[in-house]
């Protein structure tokens, strides 16, 4: 019987060891603890929503914490701190700190490997905001106002212009370090077939299955990096120009 259970988990093992995780996510942290966690991911513990399970408090400090030691292949993570945080330390992989709109958002990335994070942070004490007089409403009003303006004529500059340029120089630090190996490997395949090739012959350079090629294609494009447009049985991969 124990000789026969073995063999039958020798026989599934190949498939589980093959089984893995994947993550490209962006989470949102309020001042109450809760998470709003959005992307793409195959792991249930991070699916789109709200949460407070990945957040806990002990006197005035607060941690946010994934521990996941399941194998991810790859995973991208951005984390948006609270309004008025401060942060103490972030531990993670590829953990770098930038700020977004006043806020701090920890972002990083990953790849064959259990998910870790744990970021420590506080917030002020008194977030107390003081009364607007009438006057300062009237202020806000036309700012909003010169701001509506403003966004409106870039939208209309920014369609007028054609939308399928060659890419003009290679990646900065900053959005390398924001691509898993394998996107990165896209880019490169794109970029050596002068700015556009097909996505089966991704596949076959890169040697990996079609439905993780096409994962990472779909993040490429999300951010602005590429362009896909069918051809027939197959996609086309374009590089877009920079902004």
């Not at 407070?52 to 941690?63: A, H």
């Not at 009003?141 to 939208?155: K, T, V």
């Not at 700015?195 to 040697?207: I, P, R, T």
């Amino acid at each position: 019987m124990k000789i026969g259970l073995l063999a039958l988990l020798l026989l599934l093992f190949p498939f589980f060891a093959g089984a893995a995780y994947y993550a490209d996510i962006s989470v949102d942290v309020g001042s109450d603890g809760i998470s709003t966690l959005s992307g793409t991911t195959n792991h249930p513990a991070l699916a789109a929503g709200q949460s407070s399970e990945f957040t806990s408090k002990e006197g005035k400090y607060w941690l946010f914490s994934i521990d996941l030691n399941e194998q991810f292949s790859d995973f991208v993570f951005s984390v948006l701190l609270p309004e008025g945080a401060s942060i103490n330390y972030a531990k993670g992989p590829s953990v770098r700190i930038e700020t977004e709109n006043g806020r701090i958002a920890v972002k990083g990335v990953g790849s064959n490997g259990p998910f870790s994070l744990k970021i420590q942070y506080s917030l002020e004490a008194d977030q107390k905001e003081p009364l607007i007089p009438l006057w300062g409403y009237v202020l806000l009003l036309f700012a909003l106002f010169i701001a509506a303006s403003y966004l409106i004529l870039r939208y209309k500059k920014k369609n007028s212009e054609p939308i399928e340029k060659p890419r003009k120089k290679g990646l900065s630090e900053k959005e390398k370090a924001s691509l898993t190996e394998r996107q990165l490997a896209i880019i490169g395949i794109v970029e050596k077939n002068k700015g556009f090739v097909s996505q089966k012959k991704v596949e076959e350079e890169l040697g990996i299955p079609k439905s993780s090629v096409s994962r990472n294609v779909e993040a490429l494009v999300k951010r602005g990096y590429l362009k896909k447009e069918e051809k027939g049985m197959t996609n086309m991969l374009f590089l877009v120009e920079t902004k």
